[in-house]
């Protein structure tokens, strides 16, 4: 295939073949979706989830979900099992709820014979026999017949069901973190567009794209044209079929007609997966270790290709969590049959023991991939913008073909930007979180792009002091702002406001970072006190304007639409987990000396580490709160079922979660037990302050037990935390207090 003609193919517009060894059916499934705004282009022409015949099959160990056959071929038995327990997967939704004239097309529109001859003979290979002989399938008796459209049917609505989840998580949430109006690195985010804008508000609205996936598909097979992405036609359809079973993966995490997303809080079982509930169980479970396992592979085969999609693949990938297997060793992973109910030092004990049970996720090596990968085209990029050429041809990089129509696009040039801006985003919030470097270095990450970058570019386009410029993420007077939301305020305005809180928590976690490295380096002095100081003058910035606007927010909850209720409840938990962290940090420069004595002595005088502490575990306890299923989103939620049971399952990043209540549940505990061992008056508390104090863990233990609907980890570090809550309890039902 000529290397032109890959810019053109629909492949991607579509789940290719999901290929194992164990998968035998093939099935034909058609994604419906909307085409993005950004292109223009019509979606009965180019749907979102593409071509409507392609292969997808359902692994041979997994339960069928059809066993018995109707005598009359117009009718289907019911499905065995719960009923409640299948019910999610022969229920076919909408990717959301697209008002009247829209371009939203509906499955069966989609569901038409293949008009293109060269997709025609595609869809007839792939009807050929799954045993690899190659011969056609021969008549098909009345019995086979039906079979296959149930399994056909089937294997869409599933497809379907996780196409939803991944479109109502993550591309819901994309579209107030990733946009053109809050990406630091374009100007737009201080001059703005209109015509953007107008493109946000319908983002920001009750039916939203898939937007990322279809720009960072479009600047690849742009990319292509302009020979600044190579890849054989091999190589293209690996990268499709990564980028799929990523987003399938993804979507896998959320359980669905099992006994995972029917169980309530508290519950009998002291670990997620001991319980079986027959098919639906084991099905749930099933589908999500085929396809995760599938996707690791698929992404291996791709891991040297550069190329867009793979690195959102990767990204993708980053965020989802493998299922645990429950061995028998699990029950006790973590060391919570060994736990000390009191004791010195019980913050840290229970530190240790989560930090045991989150070392199961190993380092976040698909970030750092990603990161790089998009480091590398962006550099590749602004080389041909700027007309630089390349003298060596290695691997999948050539000398761009000087294509001016691909760098002159804005479409392309606004692409590039937020992918770039996506990358470091996320390699800033995992690298500081996992305590490991970034990938991206400061000089890499420009104040802005102008415009017109290639004229106006200066010597002086790298963020002064060797760190990220303030002003690019703020764009006010951070010790005056003059911008302060409140609440109640119009729709759009409440989004922008939420939307333009994303990039300072990002700046958060990059001075996270940069603390984290100066002591790692040994430094000490005014080189720390510098970073310390910015860090807690953009901690100050945030509690008078967005901090200030979230709480409001958190007071009248039941009145805050959705999606403004679940974009700044995720984006208040990072907030929140950044500035534990730093907290932790602060309190070991001031204990240890490493910083000036003028302030240390006032930090320490003013109990600046205790009072950010103090004030992040009470706005994650608040915040669990109002996450769980108790208060949950509204009925007539646009959410997939699935999603709509709690607005703690809306957010994407599962870890940050994970941290983030394990890290306050820990504080807690700690501060309790202080209290416990010596008396809660010696220590300058209230009366009744242990009593608050685990109402508060319950509410962070609550908070990960319902998340753990999709992740094994966080409901063994709820059993871990509300083991040990427990224990503390009944020591101070003794009445016994320790002084010494």
């Given at each position: 295939m000529p290397q032109e003609s890959l810019a053109t193919n629909h492949n991607d517009y579509c789940f290719s073949s999901l290929q194992a060894d164990s998968w035998g059916v093939d099935d034909y499934l058609c994604f419906p979706g909307k085409s993005d705004y950004e292109w223009n282009v019509p979606a009965l022409q180019t749907p979102l989830f593409g071509d409507p015949f392609i292969d997808y099959s359902i692994p041979n160990d997994i339960p069928s979900l059809r066993t018995e056959v109707s005598d009359d071929p117009t009718t289907t038995s019911d499905l065995p099992g719960d009923a409640d327990a299948t019910i999610?997967?022969?229920?076919?939704?909408?990717?959301?709820?697209?008002?009247?004239?829209?371009?939203?097309?509906?499955?069966?529109?989609?569901?038409?014979?293949?008009?293109?001859?060269?997709?025609?003979?595609?869809?007839?290979?792939?009807?050929?026999?799954?045993?690899?002989?190659?011969?056609?399938?021969?008549?098909?008796?009345?019995?086979?017949?039906?079979?296959?459209?149930?399994?056909?049917?089937?294997?869409?609505?599933?497809?379907?069901?996780?196409?939803?989840?991944?479109?109502?998580?993550?591309?819901?949430?994309?579209?107030?973190?990733?946009?053109?109006?809050?990406?630091?690195?374009?100007?737009?985010?201080?001059?703005?567009?209109?015509?953007?804008?107008?493109?946000?508000?319908?983002?920001?609205?009750?039916?939203?794209?898939?937007?990322?996936?279809?720009?960072?598909?479009?600047?690849?097979?742009?990319?292509?044209?302009?020979?600044?992405?190579?890849?054989?036609?091999?190589?293209?359809?690996?990268?499709?079929?990564?980028?799929?079973?990523?987003?399938?993966?993804?979507?896998?995490?959320?359980?669905?007609?099992?006994?995972?997303?029917?169980?309530?809080?508290?519950?009998?079982?002291?670990?997620?997966?001991?319980?079986?509930?027959?098919?639906?169980?084991?099905?749930?479970?099933?589908?999500?270790?085929?396809?995760?396992?599938?996707?690791?592979?698929?992404?291996?085969?791709?891991?040297?290709?550069?190329?867009?999609?793979?690195?959102?693949?990767?990204?993708?990938?980053?965020?989802?969590?493998?299922?645990?297997?429950?061995?028998?060793?699990?029950?006790?992973?973590?060391?919570?049959?060994?736990?000390?109910?009191?004791?010195?030092?019980?913050?840290?004990?229970?530190?240790?023991?989560?930090?045991?049970?989150?070392?199961?996720?190993?380092?976040?090596?698909?970030?750092?991939?990603?990161?790089?990968?998009?480091?590398?085209?962006?550099?590749?990029?602004?080389?041909?913008?700027?007309?630089?050429?390349?003298?060596?041809?290695?691997?999948?990089?050539?000398?761009?073909?000087?294509?001016?129509?691909?760098?002159?696009?804005?479409?392309?040039?606004?692409?590039?930007?937020?992918?770039?801006?996506?990358?470091?985003?996320?390699?800033?919030?995992?690298?500081?979180?996992?305590?490991?470097?970034?990938?991206?270095?400061?000089?890499?990450?420009?104040?802005?792009?102008?415009?017109?970058?290639?004229?106006?570019?200066?010597?002086?386009?790298?963020?002064?002091?060797?760190?990220?410029?303030?002003?690019?993420?703020?764009?006010?007077?951070?010790?005056?702002?003059?911008?302060?939301?409140?609440?109640?305020?119009?729709?759009?305005?409440?989004?922008?406001?939420?939307?333009?809180?994303?990039?300072?928590?990002?700046?958060?976690?990059?001075?996270?970072?940069?603390?984290?490295?100066?002591?790692?380096?040994?430094?000490?002095?005014?080189r720390v006190e510098d970073i310390i100081s910015s860090t807690l003058s953009l901690y100050r910035y945030w509690n008078k304007t967005y901090g200030s606007f979230f709480r409001e927010l958190m007071l009248d909850v039941d009145s805050v639409p959705e999606r403004i209720r679940s974009w700044f409840f995720c984006i208040s938990c990072h907030w929140n987990l950044a500035a534990l962290m730093i907290a932790d940090l602060v309190a070991f420069v001031d204990d240890n000396n490493l910083g000036t004595d003028i302030e240390t002595r006032a930090r320490t005088e003013g109990k600046i580490a205790w009072r950010i502490r103090d004030a992040s575990t009470q706005e994650l306890s608040e915040l669990a709160v109002i996450s769980i299923p108790c208060q949950g989103l509204h009925d007539d939620s646009n959410f997939h079922h699935a999603v709509n049971e709690g607005t703690i399952l809306t957010e994407p990043w599962t870890m940050i979660l994970i941290r983030a209540f394990s890290m306050a549940s820990a504080i807690l505990l700690g501060e309790a037990d202080e209290a416990l061992r010596h008396g809660a008056a010696q220590l300058g508390y209230t009366g009744g302050h242990f009593e608050e104090t685990l109402d508060k863990v319950i509410n962070c233990i609550k908070a990960l037990w319902h998340l753990g609907k999709k992740s094994d980890m966080a409901r063994k570090a709820a059993d871990f935390l509300s083991l040990t809550t427990d224990r503390l309890q009944a020591d101070y039902g003794t009445g016994r207090v320790v002084t010494g």
């Open positions: 999610s997967y022969t229920i076919e939704p909408q990717l959301s709820e697209y008002p009247p004239g829209s371009d939203a097309i509906s499955p069966a529109q989609y569901c038409h014979p293949l008009q293109d001859d060269g997709l025609r003979s595609l869809a007839k290979r792939r009807r050929l026999s799954s045993n690899g002989s190659g011969s056609q399938r021969t008549s098909l008796s009345r019995f086979s017949v039906d079979q296959e459209m149930m399994s056909h049917t089937n294997s869409q609505l599933i497809s379907t069901n996780l196409l939803q989840i991944y479109h109502d998580v993550l591309e819901h949430n994309l579209s107030c973190w990733l946009t053109e109006i809050n990406n630091p690195l374009t100007t737009q985010s201080r001059h703005g567009d209109a015509e953007k804008r107008a493109g946000l508000v319908r983002e920001w609205g009750t039916a939203w794209s898939n937007r990322i996936y279809t720009r960072a598909i479009q600047l690849d097979r742009e990319s292509i044209s302009a020979n600044l992405v190579r890849l054989t036609p091999a190589q293209d359809a690996s990268v499709t079929n990564a980028l799929h079973l990523a987003i399938m993966a993804f979507a896998t995490q959320w359980a669905q007609g099992s006994h995972r997303q029917r169980e309530r809080y508290p519950t009998t079982s002291t670990s997620s997966g001991d319980e079986s509930d027959g098919f639906a169980e084991e099905f749930d479970r099933s589908l999500q270790h085929q396809i995760w396992a599938q996707a690791k592979r698929a992404l291996q085969d791709v891991d040297e290709l550069e190329s867009y999609r793979v690195a959102l693949a990767e990204l993708i990938f980053g965020l989802t969590q493998k299922a645990w297997n429950h061995e028998p060793g699990d029950r006790d992973f973590g060391g919570t049959t060994n736990i000390r109910s009191r004791g010195v030092g019980l913050e840290s004990e229970v530190k240790a023991r989560l930090g045991d049970i989150m070392s199961r996720e190993g380092p976040p090596i698909y970030m750092e991939r990603a990161a790089r990968k998009v480091q590398t085209l962006q550099a590749r990029y602004n080389a041909g913008l700027r007309g630089i050429g390349s003298s060596v041809v290695i691997n999948n990089g050539v000398e761009a073909a000087g294509n001016s129509q691909f760098f002159s696009s804005k479409e392309n040039k606004e692409t590039a930007g937020l992918l770039y801006w996506f990358a470091v985003m996320f390699d800033t919030v995992s690298s500081s979180m996992n305590e490991r470097p970034v990938v991206v270095p400061d000089e890499d990450i420009p104040r802005y792009t102008d415009e017109d970058l290639p004229d106006t570019a200066t010597e002086d386009d790298t963020p002064p002091q060797g760190r990220w410029d303030v002003g690019s993420f703020v764009h006010d007077d951070v010790e005056n702002p003059a911008y302060k939301p409140t609440w109640p305020c119009p729709y759009e305005d409440a989004a922008k406001a939420v939307t333009k809180a994303a990039p300072v928590k990002v700046l958060l976690f990059r001075h996270l970072s940069y603390l984290q490295g100066t002591l790692r380096r040994g430094a000490r002095g005014e």
